[in-house]
Nanobody, 116 residues
């Protein structure tokens, strides 16, 4: 069972920055992909950014140019650097990992609140 532990959420003013971390219990190379999703109240969980085992990245249009996903293989950790935050970025952010068996594992989520 893969364990993912997120950290780094909090309250920030619009225009500010936060960095989320997701520590995995196994090597990141075990995964096809790792990703950050977010879910605002009353809305579905949406993809924010993903990074493949080969290092390819993908971003939602709403965060392109503001967010950066990266990976530290030695620490089995994936990061999401969030800059120029907007109130509409407010959500619970979840780290997910996609296995070679096409199954997803999820962390417990971390709250990000951006005040206007």
């Amino acid at each position: 069972q893969v364990q993912l532990v997120e950290s780094g959420g909090g309250l920030v003013q619009a225009g500010g920055s936060l960095r989320l971390s997701c520590a995995a219990s196994v090597s990141a190379f075990s995964f096809v992909s790792m990703a950050w999703y977010r879910q605002a109240p009353g809305k579905q969980r949406d993809l924010v950014a993903s990074i493949s085992s080969g290092g390819s990245t993908n971003y939602a249009d709403s965060v392109k140019g503001r967010f950066t996903i990266s990976r530290d293989n030695a620490k089995n950790t994936v990061y999401l650097q969030m800059n120029s935050l907007k109130p509409e970025d407010t959500a619970v952010y979840y780290c997910g990992s996609l296995s070679v068996y096409s199954t997803w594992s999820w962390g417990q989520g971390t709250q990000v609140t951006v005040s206007s």
